[in-house]
């Protein structure tokens, strides 16, 4: 179906295609963390576990979605504790071949763990691992990563390959080597590091964007601690370049709260604040529907969701961070709406400016 959708003097025709190519699932918002600096903290919805109902409605759609590539298990929160995770693991394995990658904080992982994930089909695990965060202890993240490493050994599998995910900021910049041996001791294939996203006013200080000369200390560090050949590394930006995209648009990612509310992205999975350059901004909860109401594909080609994604693939909302009026705008105080009429306000997104980066 085509839809015309007017731009000042131009008519342009949207025609949205089955091309969904990711679906990110949160299959629980619960987590057994409660680390200062996750932006959990700021939620105002109650925490949940996704139902089986709605993983095998989403299993049951995967057939109509013919350029899918793969479904990330993750969220906010941590999917180890969702009482059923193997079930979901494998209604989601048994009606496709699509790779299955499964966030977590591993510190659920255990002998018997191992073996069923891997038994499961799980194709990549991307481990949280936060340098000098309390809440992520080192010596039982290495400690589970490395019976991983002997299970999968053991059972002579070359899946799940290990990817490593960091938040960086400057109570831990000095770390990063140790990020880098403890890739080198799991033998992890994948390194992302990404940005502070601070949710409370104490936290601004420590946030390492925008400065330049930390971009060019971290670029030392990783030409001197980064293995050689053998692992991908994903780096954010550390200032507001003129390049900007959205990688949950360009990937043609959908995401799925654990409720079945159906979002375009991590940042309006949740109601709740985060804090950009001093400011606080309220997030609201954005979306095109639930689950229980529609299906996936339905709710990817309808009209809105169709716009949305035009607008942002085409950057036609402002750029907060290049404003020279943004202290005291009162646009920047919530998602509500830019200062161009646009609804939600993606216009000081660190998403969009790849400071924030996602697996």
Known sequence: MNYRIKFHDYEVILTPKPDIQWIYLEVSSVCNFSCEFCFRHSF?????????????????????????????????????????????????????????????????????????????????????????????????????????????????????????????????????????????????????????????????????????????????????HAPSGGIRIFTPNFRFLTERHCNFVEKKAVVIRWDGFISPCYRFLHTGKERVLGQEKHIRSFGFGSIYEKTILDAWCSPEYALFRYRVKNALFPSCHDCNFREGCQFIESTDVDCWGNSPSCADCLWWRQIILCP
């Open 44 to 224: 105002e919805e109650k925490f949940g576990f996704m139902e089986i109902e709605v993983i095998k409605r989403i299993s049951s759609q995967i057939k109509f979605l013919p350029k899918l590539k793969g479904i990330v298990i993750g969220g906010i929160g941590e999917p180890l504790l969702h009482p059923q995770i193997l079930e979901v693991i494998e209604v989601l394995k048994s009606s496709s071949s699509v790779k299955l990658i499964l966030s977590t904080n591993a510190s659920l992982l255990n002998e018997d763990l191992c073996k069923s994930l891997i038994n499961a089909g799980i194709d990549k695990i991307v481990v949280s691992y936060d340098a000098g965060e309390p809440g992520h202890p080192e010596e039982l993240v290495i400690e589970n990563l490395l019976i991983l490493s002997k299970v999968k050994k053991a059972l002579s599998s070359k899946k799940p390959i290990l990817g490593i995910e960091c938040v960086i900021h400057k109570r831990n910049f000095e770390l990063i080597p140790k990020v880098f041996k403890l890739v080198k001791t799991v033998g992890a294939e994948e390194l992302l590091f990404t940005h502070l996203l601070p949710c409370k006013e104490e936290l601004d200080e420590i946030v390492l964007y925008p400065d330049e000369n930390r971009e060019k200390e971290f670029e030392t560090l990783i030409k001197k």
